[in-house]
């Protein structure tokens, strides 16, 4: 079956270091993903999406990057903030255009360490 | 403006209670969501509502109960809850329920404990 998950769990990295968050998706029709990010206490925040005809797309400190070869996808996350401690979704709606039913990987705590 | 509003923020309730949560969108959107997430665990889909009508439950139990009274709200009745159904409730927004580039906005949900 379809299924959306990650790599790493938890993730935790210093104060202006880089940060790189892992998922892997097992349907390879899949054409387009989306990452959110969930602070403690909020819903889930849109970031950023790519479709698969994109290897890598660039947000505000912010890049993803999709492997369709591996059928994985990376959130990379320039000079790691403190506010961006947070729990990180990589998410895949469907491509029957008939439903928006979002699937949410198992997410990551991404922790920053000041 | 991406907002979408829920309340209340918290909610206890027995067992025998009945409670409504609220959802609330301006941006014209006309898909409407309710997802349950349990700690430490990704949100879970249980209502799709698309301009107006229930397009997708995922075999919810009965003693939740959803309602769109318009394009800008939903609703969520709650009765004869149990234990397990303390979670925290989602309510999301997008323009449509079609596949495809259909971003959906998330409230800040309501944290429910069922006692």
């Known amino acids: 079956g379809e299924s959306v998950g990650l790599h790493l769990p938890t993730l935790s990295v210093q104060e202006g270091d880089n940060s790189i968050i892992n998922c892997a998706y097992s349907n390879s029709a899949s054409d387009y993903f989306i990452w959110y990010k969930q602070e403690s206490g909020k819903g889930p925040q849109f970031i950023i999406d790519?479709?698969?005809?994109?290897d890598k797309r660039q947000g505000q400190r912010v890049t993803v990057l999709l492997n369709k070869t591996v059928k994985h996808l990376s959130l990379q996350i320039a000079a790691t903030q403190p506010g961006d401690s947070a729990v990180y979704f990589c998410?895949?709606?469907?491509?029957?255009?008939?439903?928006?039913?979002?699937?949410f990987g198992t997410g990551t705590l991404l922790a920053v360490q000041p | 403006d991406t907002e979408v509003t829920q309340t209340p923020k918290h909610l206890v309730m027995g067992m025998t209670n009945k409670k409504s949560l609220k959802c609330e969108q301006h941006m014209g959107h006309r898909a409407m969501y309710w997802y349950k997430q349990k700690a430490k665990k990704p949100p879970e889909l249980m209502f799709v509502y698309s301009y107006e009508k229930l397009s997708i439950n995922e075999s919810v139990p009965s003693r939740f109960s959803p309602e769109c009274p318009n394009s800008s709200l939903l609703n969520l009745h709650l009765h004869a809850l149990q234990p397990e159904d303390s979670a925290l409730y989602l309510c999301?927004?997008?323009?449509?329920?079609?596949?495809?580039?259909?971003?959906?906005?998330f409230g800040a949900g309501t944290r429910l404990s069922v006692l």
């Open positions: 998410a895949d709606p469907p491509l029957d255009g008939a439903t928006n039913k979002l699937i």
């Open positions: 999301a927004s997008s323009q449509d329920s079609g596949g495809g580039k259909n971003i959906q906005y």
């Open positions: 790519i479709r698969s005809n994109m």
